[in-house]
T-cell receptor, first 111, second 112 residues
Framework: DVKVTQSSRYLVKRTGEKVFLECVQDMDHENMFWYRQDPGLGLRLIYFSYDVKMKEKGDIPEGYSVSREKKERFSLILESASTNQTSMYLC??????????FGPGTRLTVL | KNEVEQSPQNLTAQEGEFITINCSYSVGISALHWLQQHPGGGIVSLFMLSSGKKKHGRLIATINIQEKHSSLHITASHPRDSAVYICAVTANYGGATNKLIFGTGTLLAVQP
């Protein structure tokens, strides 16, 4: 069974903290994605990766960075969290040109 | 203007009703996806289609490539169908990676 897991379902951090969100997939997929989801705006792509150590900016990369040291793991990093980064963060993975499989999401609150 | 537009944004139906959610897009695509998200839950892919029609249980998805339009139908709706339904397209950017462009979703509430 396809599985994408995210390190936390809920996370509360303070402004200025460094935040790590982890995503792991067990399907040997090449592509992995980080999105944020906000009411009225839908899902927006932050970063994606099509191979180990490869990354590309999505539509809203500012304030974020990513790391993909192993094929199964894709990390999203908020270098200095700000209140406007309070959101639902969703990770997804897919094979070459195929359905994306989503994780359960991490609801991040930055105080 | 968004490249993927869904209508309606909100929909309330009575149990048993036939439901239609519409999606229009303005870019060239290689595939269109219908996704479902339950409150507080993750996102599940319902359909990926590039032509014609697909059916899974009470759900039917159709696409008209010439008109750049897709519909998601739910027959004999049930309260457990209450969720956000999201249309997304894989745009023809020429790369190998399947970046998706998302609509803002349709919030469906089915009342018993």
């Amino acid at each position: 069974d396809v599985k994408v897991t995210q390190s936390s379902r809920y996370l509360v951090k303070r402004t200025g903290e460094k935040v790590f969100l982890e995503c792991v997939q067990d399907m040997d997929h090449e592509n992995m994605f980080w999105y944020r989801q906000d009411p009225g705006l839908g899902l927006r792509l932050i970063y994606f990766s099509y191979d180990v150590k490869m990354k590309e900016k999505g539509d809203i990369p500012e304030g974020y960075s990513v790391s993909r040291e192993k094929k199964e793991r894709f990390s999203l990093i908020l270098e200095s969290a700000s209140t406007n980064q309070t959101s639902m963060y969703l990770c997804a993975s897919s094979a070459e040109v195929d359905t994306q499989y989503f994780g359960p999401g991490t609801r991040l609150t930055v105080l | 203007k968004n490249e993927v537009e869904q209508s309606p944004q909100n929909l309330t139906a009575q149990e048993g009703e036939f439901i239609t959610i519409n999606c229009s897009y303005s870019v060239g695509i290689s595939a269109l996806h219908w996704l479902q998200q339950h409150p507080g839950g993750g996102i599940v892919s319902l359909f990926m289609l590039s032509s014609g029609k697909k059916k899974h249980g009470r759900l039917i998805a159709t696409i008209n490539i010439q008109e750049k339009h897709s519909s998601l139908h739910i027959t004999a709706s049930h309260p457990r169908d209450s969720a956000v339904y999201i249309c997304a397209v894989t745009a023809n950017y020429g790369g190998a990676t399947n970046k998706l462009i998302f609509g803002t979703g349709t919030l469906l509430a089915v009342q018993p």
